[in-house]
């Protein structure tokens, strides 16, 4: 689920200044939120890191250039699956 404030947060960042795309951007922010936690484990927009990912996979998609989102940010989201995979086995680890 999106919230409001994920949503303005988002919007800010892209100077979106309107309302009329609210709906496709929750949208779109969904389906990041989907992709990131498929390939990396379930996070919580608390994680900077994984918020930065979602955001910057549909910044990728409301662009219509998708396909270049995964080379672009490979290492951040192989970095952000090791972080959240030591997470699992070590509650407390640090953050990477």
Excluded: W
Excluded at 40 to 47: L, P
Aim: charged fraction near 25%; hydrophobic fraction near 45%.
């Amino acid at each position: 689920m999106i919230t409001s404030i994920v949503l303005e947060q988002f919007k800010a960042r892209m100077r979106i200044t309107h309302n009329s795309e609210d709906s496709n951007l929750q949208e779109l922010l969904s389906f990041s939120v989907a992709y990131i936690t498929a390939k990396c484990g379930a996070f919580d927009f608390e994680n900077e890191q994984a918020k930065e990912l979602v955001f910057e996979r549909t910044r990728f998609a409301y662009n219509d250039a998708l396909e270049y989102f995964e080379d672009s940010f490979r290492s951040e989201i192989h970095s952000l699956g090791i972080e959240m995979a030591l997470k699992a086995v070590v509650p407390n680890a640090p953050t990477i």
